[in-house]
Each structure stands twice: as C-alpha cells, then as structure tokens.
C-alpha cells in the first residue's frame, strides 16, 4: 500500500513508500482509508517535540474507511475509529475510558499504531464507530477527533453553567466547540489572530475578537485554551472572574508561573485530553442532523501531504486540512 511514512524524528517532511501494513492485531478489523484529517499534533510530532512513536510510522489520527475485513456486521460500512486502546484492566479502561488508561492508551496514528495517512490500517475491535448516514467521508474525519474533543470541552464548560464561554484558538477544535457551545444557547466568543479563522468563524455569525486586550471586555467565566499558546492562557488568567474556570485543551508549556492569581481568584483548571466514544458519536449525530457548523474541509491527496502539513503550519488553512485517499 502507498502511505506516508515517518522514517526519522525530527523531519521536515514524510516520505510517501510502498509499505507492507504491520501484523493485525487479535481480532483485528481492517479499514479502506478514505480520508484523513491532519491536526496540529501531527506537526509537533514531526518536530520531534512531541510523542515518539517506533520509526517508521505512519501518523493520521484522524481516519475514516470502509471495513474490508472484520465481523460480517461491518463489511463494507464506513467507520471512524475511537482513537485510544488501553490495557483493558485498570479501572479506567473496564469504565469504558481507554483515554485515561493508568498503562498508558495506544492512540491510533500517534504512537504504536500505524494511522490514516496510508491506504490501509487496522482498527482493534473496540475501537470502529459507524459512520451515520448522510455524514460524508471529509466531514466526518474533521470530527474524529477534533469533533470528539470540542464535545467534550464544551460537555465540560456547560456544566459550569457559564454566563459567556471564552474559546481561545479558532482551529478546528476551537471552531467546534463555539459551535457545539453555540448549539446548546449558551453565549460564546472566539480569540483567533488569524484572520481567515477568525473571519471564517464571524461569516457564520460568531462574536471573534483578534486581540486579547479586546477579549477582557467579553466577560467569560469560562475559558477554552484551545491555543495551546502560554500566551494566551496566561492572559486569560487576569480577566477570569473569582471562581472562573479554566478548560485546557491545547498543550502549552509554561516555564515559570505566579500561581498567586489562582489562589486569590479560587480558579478552577480542568484538562481535557481529546474525547471519550461517546462525545464522538454525539458529535457525529450532530451533523448528521446539521445541528453544529462544521469547519469548512481543504483537501489534499496523499502524495501531496507535505503540503497539507506546510499549509497548515503556515496558518492558510481556514478550516480543517483532510488528505484524502481515493
Ligand atoms: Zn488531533
Ligand atoms: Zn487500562
């Protein structure tokens, strides 16, 4: 099969190959990729500053595909996977949430297991989700995991009952959240420097703000660091109100903080790492009934995904990057 591999960490780019896929796992369910969603993480990754998956590799944690073998109840039907699998034993995975696996998860495309950025990959049997129908193959692999995330950050936010939610970052995650956010009635605003995200988003009716500055007047009592830029994380600590809270979802790192401001202001921070099964297939009935703006999809094939990562690096992707497949 063609699939763009990882050969060495850091690299400036992936290496498009002929590659035989590695051994199934037990039970293992094989995918057709259709496409492919590329997220932030697949940069860090090759930048070497993130996870570090055994070489060579293939990344792609966002995939969508028709099984080509597997139980006779999923041939030929499109599934996205839920991305993490765990130990099966530890408290966390016997309560459903391989995410938060005491062992360590395995994350589908990000380490130990070869992802969508190939014709073909293997699922374990707990990780495919149908597809529902209506939902095209693009839509859904800009929700795999973006999509899974931003349910669950805003799942998290509302249970604050905010006044006004601050969604720091207008990148896919950020977008579906607001979105999401927007769905449920609660007031939301979105800070993006980015001028096409930011204008993306104010197309669809969103209040945007460019500036942090400009943000301090919104009033949030919630924050969404969909940034994963310390910057602007740290800034929103001065403008939360006493008792705000803040939801990080964007990894940023902080090297020196005064953490008086959180003791005086009694702040709350939360993590949220990607979402659980359930928050993907909400998301999923979610634009199966057109209830939440999705991103809008860019897409590239596979022998031109060093663009895709380049377009994205560079900040001229509106909405969300999908390498397609077929
Ligand atoms: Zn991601
Ligand atoms: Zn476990």
């Not at 002929?18 to 997220?39: M, Q």
Request: hydrophobic letters at 45%.
């Amino acid at each position: 099969m063609k699939a763009a591999l990882v050969t060495r960490l850091p690299a400036p780019s992936l290496e498009i190959q002929s590659v035989g896929l590695p051994e199934p796992p037990l039970d293992g369910i094989e995918i057709a990729v259709e496409a492919c969603g590329v997220c932030g993480t697949d940069l860090h990754i090759l930048s070497g500053a993130s996870y570090q998956p055994a070489l060579p590799f293939v990344m792609g944690h966002e995939p969508v595909g028709l099984v080509t073998q597997g139980p006779e109840d999923l041939m030929g039907r499109r599934v996205v996977p839920s991305i993490f699998v765990g130990c099966g034993q530890c408290d966390a995975c016997r309560a459903g949430d391989e995410r938060l696996c005491v062992e360590g998860s395995l994350v589908t495309g990000v380490l130990g297991l070869w992802g969508g950025f190939a014709e073909k990959m293997w699922l374990h049997p707990s990780q495919p989700l149908v597809v529902p129908e209506g939902v095209s193959p693009l839509t859904a692999a800009a929700l795999v995991d973006a999509g899974a995330t931003a349910h669950h950050a805003a799942r998290l936010a509302l249970v604050r009952e905010p006044q006004r939610v601050m969604v720091l970052g207008g990148g896919p995650v950020g977008f579906l959240t607001a979105s999401i956010l927007r769905f449920r009635g609660t007031d939301v605003t979105v800070a993006e420097p980015n001028a096409l995200r930011r204008d993306a988003l104010a197309a669809l009716g969103y209040d945007t703000v460019n500036h942090l500055d400009e943000a301090n007047t919104t009033r949030s009592d919630v924050v969404v660091d969909c940034s994963g830029v310390p910057e602007a994380f740290v800034a929103a600590l001065d403008w939360l109100p006493t008792h705000g809270c803040c939801l990080i979802v964007g990894y940023s790192e902080i090297p020196v903080m005064n953490l008086a401001i959180v003791a005086r202001k009694e702040l709350t921070f939360r993590g949220v790492r990607s979402g659980r099964r359930e928050d993907l297939m909400a998301v999923l009935e979610l634009a199966q009934r057109q209830a939440i703006d999705v991103p809008s999809v860019t897409a590239w094939p596979l022998h031109d995904i060093n663009a895709a990562l380049l377009a994205l690096k560079s900040g001229q992707v509106a909405g969300k990057a999908v390498i397609t497949l077929t």
